[in-house]
């Protein structure tokens, strides 16, 4: 049987003249499963949109430079990424966020852990999934989480071979197979109030570390380093009171945190 991998082409986007094509293709991408995969390293943005099967390149200087001069299309892709509510998925979005902060004065965000977030960090959603871990403390990176949860050889994701010398980091790939694999057990989980705990602590830890990479100080929080900013015994205390409040608001009808109504906002990412 013939293979069914489609082949990636990869897009350097020219600013101005091809952004507002491009813009036009992001919107109405779908976000079960997630469309967008997103990475930077210091001179480009980089967007893998997994329905199109491309790659897209925008150079930081370029985008820079037309935000600069109030360029319609640059401006609402800024809007994209600060607010759009299509998921822009991220293995670790902390130098990413800082990065475009930084050159291009984006904000990546996530405006409060009550609400759908539309950055998604497979890091922390990896960490917070492992069952055998109870400190949850340690992030794992991006090469074993490949080598681990893939399950795609990387030579089927390689982009095609006229496209196969331009310069980007090709883990990006691995994304959405990575993204699938975590969501699906976050979805499968969430029916109990488990599952909607953890999803209220990626939500508010990717928060923390956006605004960590922005400058602002969380103490717990490494804009860095290799820990999550969660231990066993933080954990314990943050599930002692999220289980209270359960169980007070199913006591007081509904009164104590809004019943259904609110229980229902973590019951996706």
């Known amino acids: 049987m013939a293979s069914t991998t489609p082949t990636i082409s990869v897009e350097r986007i020219s600013i101005p003249r091809?952004?507002?094509?491009?813009?036009?293709?992001?919107?109405?991408?779908?976000?079960?499963?997630a469309s967008l995969y997103l990475s930077v390293d210091s001179d480009s943005l980089i967007i893998y949109a997994e329905p199109a099967s491309t790659v897209n390149i925008v150079d930081l200087s370029q985008l820079n430079g037309a935000l600069r001069q109030g360029d319609e299309s640059a401006l609402a892709l800024k809007?994209?990424?600060?607010?759009?509510?299509?998921?822009?998925?991220?293995?670790?979005?902390?130098?990413p966020a800082r990065t475009l902060f930084n050159?291009?004065?984006?904000?990546?965000?996530?405006?409060?852990?009550?609400k759908q977030a539309?950055?998604?960090?497979?890091?922390m959603m990896e960490v917070a999934l492992r069952r055998r871990d109870t400190d949850h403390e340690w992030?794992?990176?991006?090469?074993?989480?490949?080598?681990?949860d893939s399950g795609l050889g990387a030579n089927k994701l390689m982009p095609s071979s006229s496209d196969r010398?331009?310069?980007?980091?090709?883990?990006?790939?691995?994304?959405?197979?990575?993204?699938?694999?975590y969501h699906d057990q976050l979805a499968k989980g969430r029916a109990g109030s488990g599952m909607l705990f953890w999803v209220a602590k990626i939500r508010e830890a990717t928060q923390k570390r956006?605004?960590?990479?922005?400058?602002?100080?969380?103490g717990r929080c490494n804009a860095n380093g290799a820990r999550s900013g969660w231990d066993k015994d933080s954990i314990e205390e943050w599930?002692?009171?999220?289980?209270?409040?359960?169980?007070?608001?199913?006591?007081?009808?509904?009164?104590?945190?809004?019943?259904?109504?609110?229980?229902?906002?973590?019951?996706?990412?």
Request: aromatic share 12%.
């Open 210 to 218: 956006l605004e960590e990479s922005r400058g602002e100080n969380h």
């Open 118 to 123: 539309y950055i998604h960090e497979v890091q």
């Open 103 to 114: 050159r291009c004065g984006i904000k990546l965000a996530i405006e409060t852990c009550t």
């Open 18 to 33: 091809a952004l507002p094509a491009f813009m036009h293709s992001l919107f109405g991408l779908p976000n079960d499963p």
């Open 79 to 95: 809007s994209f990424l600060e607010t759009g509510t299509t998921i822009k998925v991220f293995f670790d979005a902390r130098n």
């Open 139 to 148: 992030l794992a990176g991006f090469d074993k989480c490949i080598r681990r």
């Open 239 to 269: 599930r002692d009171s999220w289980n209270e409040d359960v169980l007070m608001d199913a006591n007081t009808g509904g009164e104590w945190m809004g019943g259904a109504e609110h229980w229902a906002k973590f019951r996706v990412l």
């Open 165 to 181: 010398d331009v310069e980007f980091d090709k883990r990006i790939l691995h994304l959405p197979f990575l993204w699938k694999k």
